[in-house]
């Protein structure tokens, strides 16, 4: 039976590449799947649910679904609103505003949200960075507008690192509030929070201290309270927005580094809860709505907000249905500011220490930490070097030390891909690596390799190594190389570099009398190849589908050159 021929078409034009490379970019899950085959009424409509989440589950929406929402809404409002004041004490910001950021943004989630689980808020992590990132240069009586700029997401194991050695900090800076330490340091790394709180232990005041441990009789030994808490809805502040070269930069960071940890997190968070249940949330409909709600919530005196785990586990325990849940504390802060804000101006800083603590050592996940050292050390140092970055030198230079690694990391990979030597498992069809498998052996005068990624610049001369080493160690070790057989299987792309790279190693190959095949090279490998003319100077029939169709061919190859060679002795002698 003669073996199935690989397929040689002409290239596909530009265009229909780059639609094709652009779908699964930014749609990888095929989204729009569902409007196919729908007449433009239905396309239109499939469209707007698609956009706007709440037209796909409002239809359907009944009075049994709002009674489950309506008690969820209510609790996470109860939650919100003390950990909304706690996190812009925090963010050292006015207390007022972290109850409108409960607000606004809860009301664009509801609508552009696809989790019918996460309850958006303000978290600790980002307040404290925007503290630590702005602080330093703006006062909150400056009332600088920050919009949320969404960015790419963290690895694991950064997060993870980050958010434990966050709380550690969180949990000192907590210290002036229990202790009553009026006199504190500006700085957020352990040595200079511990510096600081028993540099003025003359200020301690034993009255707080037993108040933070117990809660029950708090207002009766403490003054040190919120503050002014005015009556009213959000006031605008597009008005305010500053792009003065003064204030630009830091605010540009403290987005960027908010943006990123509060879309990694948020997103996250969706989607744990919505496993639980057998549902999927979508990623891109999620960056569309944390997106939207933060840039309307800036410009309606909101400062950063995502999905904290702490309200979306209430959220969800509460038995909410719908995103409607959202609507509900909406409307409950509306309340709240418009009639009750004044009532929480008592609430002593003593209390609001003990609630931001008490969600802090939740987010030191010890467990997961352990995980990562079991799993993979290199993720575990990662994690280490957020925790240790975060908690002794500063949050941004802590989470820049952990990218920094874990770019480096995707770099070695990058520019040292995975390769292996294949060898036929018995009784069977199969090639696989012979490091894996020792009952895999070769054939004689045959090397057969598998490239195991994208062959680029930045690692075309170790793979042109990589297989010569191959070739001297078979030769050092008695074996002759009489073929060299490249699988191409796990090639996603190829670049001009890594073209030449394969053109350098026929070439190298052809000296050394060693014949190079090419096997089973994907579309766009492929096409560049033809593009290139590399094709044509290995030959089509050196390229094949399948590692046992290359191989048989070279047995086919070695015996009619032994044929040719004994005919040619023998016409010699004659």
């Known amino acids: ?64 679904m709002f009674r489950f929402d309506l008690l969820a809404g209510i609790t996470i409002t109860s939650l919100a609103i003390p950990q909304g004041i706690s996190y812009a004490k925090l963010a050292e910001i006015p207390p007022i505003i972290g109850l409108y950021s409960s607000f606004v943004p809860a009301l664009v989630y509801a609508i552009l949200g696809s989790s019918k689980h996460v309850a958006v808020g303000t978290v600790a992590a980002c307040s404290l960075l925007i503290a ?57 790394d352990v040595v200079s929070v511990l510096h600081a709180v028993f540099k003025n232990r003359n200020e301690w005041k034993w009255e707080t201290a037993v108040v933070g441990m117990a809660f029950l ?58 496993i639980m249940n057998n549902e999927q949330v979508d990623g891109n409909k999620e960056m569309i709505a944390f997106g939207f709600m933060n840039i309307v919530g800036s410009c309606f005196s909101c400062y950063l907000t995502t ?11 509460s038995g ?17 500011l418009l009639f009750l804000a004044p009532l929480f101006s008592y609430t002593p800083l003593v209390a609001l220490s003990a609630i931001i603590m008490s969600a802090m050592l939740g987010l030191i996940k010890y467990e997961e930490a352990y995980h990562l050292f079991k799993v993979d050390k290199f993720d575990f140092c990662i994690c280490l070097a957020a925790f240790f970055g975060v908690a002794f030198i500063t949050m941004d230079m802590g989470l820049m030390i952990s990218v920094a690694l874990a770019l480096l990391r995707a ?19 199969l090639y696989r690596d012979t490091e894996q498998y020792a009952e895999a052996s070769g054939h ?48 996603t792309s190829i670049d001009t570099t890594g073209i030449e790279t394969l053109a350098e190693v026929l070439r190298i190959l052809e000296v050394k009398h060693i014949k190079m095949k090419i096997v089973n090279p994907r579309l ?24 046992e169709d290359a191989v048989e061919a070279s047995y086919d190859f070695s015996v009619t050159t032994e044929k040719q060679g004994f005919e040619e002795q023998r016409s010699g002698v004659a």
């Not at 085959?37 to 239809?59: D, R, S």
């Open 1 to 64: 039976m003669n073996p199935a021929q690989v397929n040689f078409n002409s290239p596909r034009k530009f265009t229909t590449t780059l639609k094709s490379k652009c779908k699964e970019t930014f749609f990888p899950d095929d989204p729009f799947r569902q409007f196919r085959n729908e007449k433009p009424l239905g396309k239109a409509k499939k469209t707007l649910q698609y956009f706007v989440p709440i037209f796909e589950w409002l239809p359907q929406y009944n009075l049994k």
């Open 132 to 188: 630590d990132t702005i602080g330093s240069k703006v006062s909150s009586k400056d009332d600088p507008t920050l919009l949320g700029i969404l960015v790419d997401f963290l690895s694991h194991s950064t997060i993870t690192g980050f958010m434990g050695g966050t709380a550690i900090i969180i949990c000192l800076q907590q210290l002036k509030g229990l202790l009553g330490v009026s006199h504190f340091t500006t700085k957020t």
């Open 217 to 274: 009789v708090f207002l009766l030994f403490t003054r040190y309270l919120v503050g002014n808490l005015h009556k009213g809805l959000n006031p605008i502040s597009i008005e305010y927005l500053n792009f003065d070269a003064e204030y630009l930069p830091y605010t540009l960071k403290a987005g960027i580094i908010t943006g990123i940890i509060a879309l990694a997190e948020g997103i996250a968070i969706g989607r744990s809860f919505a």
């Open 307 to 317: 999905g904290p785990f702490s309200k979306t586990a209430v959220n969800y325990n």
């Open 320 to 336: 909410c249905k719908t995103a409607a849940s959202n609507l509900v504390m909406a409307i409950g802060m509306m309340l709240t």
């Open 411 to 429: 770099l070695l990979y990058v520019a040292r891909p995975a390769a292996c030597k294949l060898g036929k498992l018995p009784d069977s069809t």
């Open 444 to 491: 004689p005068g045959i090397l057969a390799i598998q490239l195991g990624s994208p062959i680029y610049y930045a690692n075309g001369n170790y793979i042109r190594e990589r297989i010569l080493r191959w070739i001297r160690n078979d030769e050092g070790n008695g074996k002759a190389v009489k073929h060299v057989l490249l699988d191409l299987t796990g090639v």
């Open 524 to 547: 766009d490998v492929l096409e560049k190849m033809m593009k290139s003319k590399f094709v044509d100077k290995i030959g089509k029939e050196s390229i094949f589908l399948c590692m």
